[in-house]
């Protein structure tokens, strides 16, 4: 080659789900900062400022190398002024006055605290805020307010499921429900998604995607399973939507976080002696279960592909694979299926991988989703 040439530099490119992002986070002082300020907007219902630094601690992730000087940056997308000035401070002094501000902030400290109960968003941590309230202690002293099923339960098991789930957590969890689900059908299939699948070894919940190979068996499946986990005794919590799944509706146009397949939030009793490497009763002082969050998700055999891209995520993976669909592609992808636009047709697949090929895209494995 030529001296005079320079090295070429592979540009990282505005979209996640172009990059590959492993659970390894070498920039982790500044994608710490930036969740705290994409929170805290979210919290004071500002998306575009939420999404900038979401998108900014994005990028950040997905780099092999930790930025030592503002430098390093020049030729990296999503990474505004304001950015900028919050990684130069951190650069400087190590820590981000605008940071410490927001977490010693009354409104962020409460909000965050609210909504860290199972079954309260950010709307509801709102309303009890300007109320007045700023505990748990003050919620629950309140006779005006009225918990849900859900915010009951997850003040009843608070400890427990605030707590992070472990691999060997989410493993024993796997084993439980394959043996539930087998009780009810040998051809059941069920694989783990979210967090877990992207090879993280801690997460706040563990989902699973469970299914037949029979089109239409699936609805009665996951109604089977509940009631199953419900007579071994470890069913804490049950939500079940069941499904309002319609093809003929689709494509949907608006934005939909949720997804229209049978569904359940759960809460499930799991025992240390289930868990391979666990504590042993003695050391959890006296306690010999945990209570652990569980979602199910259960799609017709013909869109488990588009079910399991959609919930492995992470969140930011997903924005970005269907903003890529729409953007570059003019093709509309949610959890359950693909429509190109210009050809005016959905576009069929089995696998993850089908649906990267239909977009052009290359194929990224789960574990570099970590975006
Ligand atoms: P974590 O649990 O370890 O904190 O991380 P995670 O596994 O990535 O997050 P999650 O909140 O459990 O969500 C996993 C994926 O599921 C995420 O990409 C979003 C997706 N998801 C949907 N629909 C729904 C839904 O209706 N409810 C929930 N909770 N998640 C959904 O696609
Ligand atoms: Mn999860
Ligand atoms: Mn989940």
């Not at 099923?149 to 707590?163: A, K, V």
């Not at 493993?171 to 689900?181: C, F, H, K, M, Y």
């Not at 967090?195 to 037949?212: L, M, N, Q, S």
């Amino acid at each position: 080659a030529d001296a005079t040439t320079p090295t070429p530099v592979a540009t990282v490119s505005q979209y996640a789900c172009q990059r590959q992002t492993t659970t390894e986070n070498n920039n982790k002082i500044f994608t710490d900062a930036f969740e705290v300020l994409a929170e805290s907007y979210e919290f004071n219902e500002m998306e575009g400022p939420c999404l900038a630094f979401r998108r900014a601690a994005s990028v950040l992730k997905s780099l092999p190398w930790a930025v030592q000087c503002l430098g390093a940056t020049e030729d990296l997308p999503c990474l505004g002024e304001h950015s900028k000035a919050v990684m130069e401070e951190i650069l400087q002094y190590g820590r981000s006055f605008e940071v410490e501000k927001i977490l010693s902030d009354e409104r962020y400290q409460t909000l965050k605290l609210f909504t860290s109960v199972f079954g309260v968003g950010p709307k509801t941590g709102e309303k009890w805020y300007r109320r007045g309230l700023r505990s748990f202690s003050d919620i629950l002293a309140e006779p005006s307010i009225h918990l849900n099923r859900m915010q009951q339960s997850g003040f009843l098991h608070y400890g427990d499921i605030s707590r992070a789930v472990s691999k060997a957590e989410a493993q024993a969890l796997g084993n439980i429900i394959d043996e539930a689900v087998h009780v009810i059908t040998t051809d059941a299939i069920l694989a783990l998604t979210g967090g877990f699948r992207r090879g993280k070894e801690f997460g706040h919940d563990v989902d699973f995607i469970v299914t037949t190979p029979e089109l239409g068996k699936e609805g009665h499946l996951l109604t089977s399973l509940i009631d199953q986990l419900e007579q071994e005794g470890i069913l804490l919590f049950c939500e079940h939507q069941a499904s309002t799944f319609d093809m003929s509706k689709l494509p949907s146009h608006r934005f939909e976080a949720m997804d229209h397949f049978a569904k359940c939030f759960l809460i499930l009793r799991l025992e240390n002696s289930q868990v391979v490497g666990g504590l042993h009763d003695a050391e959890e002082g006296g306690r010999s279960w945990r209570a652990v969050r569980v979602d199910l998700v259960s799609p017709p055999i013909d869109r488990y592909a588009f079910a399991l891209l959609g919930w492995t995520g992470s969140r930011q993976f997903e924005r970005d694979l269907r903003r890529f669909a729409r953007m570059e592609r003019r093709m509309l992808l949610d959890n359950h299926a693909l429509f190109d636009k210009t050809k005016k047709e959905f576009l069929a697949a089995t696998t993850e991988k089908d649906i990267f090929a239909h977009l052009g895209l290359e194929y990224i494995e789960p574990w570099q989703r970590n975006a």
